[in-house]
């Protein structure tokens, strides 16, 4: 393995940003294989970071596929690693890890379920954060009423939030019952509360809200609330190679191959909490109520 830099190391191994362990190191917080660590120092796999009493053992960037889970958020919980208000958070469910954390790829709010994604690849995890590579979120949202034709044409073309200009790439509805009313939406960005805020700025209250699907990675009907599965090998490459990640599949002994089976995908349903569905992450999804129909 060719040394990197000691900050550019630990942010692909989850610790923190680059510019945080710079931080780190600048206050002398960090030390490499039993010395103080230094902004210019370069390391190797092998060393070993000392970091608030945790030990921290340097990997190959290409000894291996980066774990991913897919975990299921309950209302209620935070997804800060502590609370001051002592709320329950997502990291106090997840598996444990040998010299290294879980990083979140993104964030839901308290009162929002469903899929949140975490790796311990630092670097694959800036980069599906990142807007600039334009991966779909997708929520299933229930509303009190129903959005008529006008409504569902100012969000699919641009409603104003304070922090700018926001709009879903498409909406299906899912039909309800009531009062309450399913819709499937999808998003190519992250901002803090953005589904509620953009029903709000239309008028219509969220009274329940679902993220079903992050990029190619479905939120399977059967994972109940605060559990976690972890990705297939195939699904880890497929969800990198979107952000230009490329990992080679690892070879595995023939016994091992044929205990392989394919995940199981969920189609959208037409009435209750609906579920993710698939897309061709190559092209646009069609719908009557997609962007492209602007007049």
Known sequence: MNKERIQKALARQGLGSRRQIESWISEDKLQLNGEVAKLGDHVKAGDVVMFSGRKIIIKSPDAKLPRVIAYH?????????????GRPTIFEN?????????????????????????TDEGELANRLM????????????????????????KLTHGVQLEDGEARFEE????????????????LMEGRN????????????????????????????????????RELTEKQVI??????????????????????DKPAKTVAHRKSGPPRGKKPDQRARPKTSRSRNNRG
């Open 171 to 186: 909406i299906v509805d899912s039909g309800g019952m009531g009062t309450n009313h399913w819709y499937h939406v999808v």
């Open 73 to 85: 958020k309950p209302e209620g919980q935070v997804c800060s690693r502590s609370d001051p208000e």
């Open 130 to 153: 990142h807007p600039s590579r334009q991966v779909q979120r997708e929520y299933a949202v229930r509303t009190l009423g129903t959005a008529s034709d006008e409504i569902l044409h």
């Open 193 to 228: 509360r953005e589904v509620r805020r953009m029903w709000e700025a239309v008028g219509l209250k969220v009274s329940r809200l679902m993220r079903v699907r992050f990029g190619p990675v479905i939120l399977n009907k059967s994972q109940r609330p605060g559990k976690t």
């Open 238 to 259: 497929e969800l990198a190679s979107m952000v230009d990640l490329h990992y080679d599949m690892p070879e595995k002994p023939d016994a091992e191959k044929s205990k």
């Open 94 to 118: 997840l598996p444990g890890l040998k010299h290294s954390r879980w990083v979140a790829i993104g964030r839901l709010d308290l009162n929002t379920s469903g899929l949140i994604l975490l």
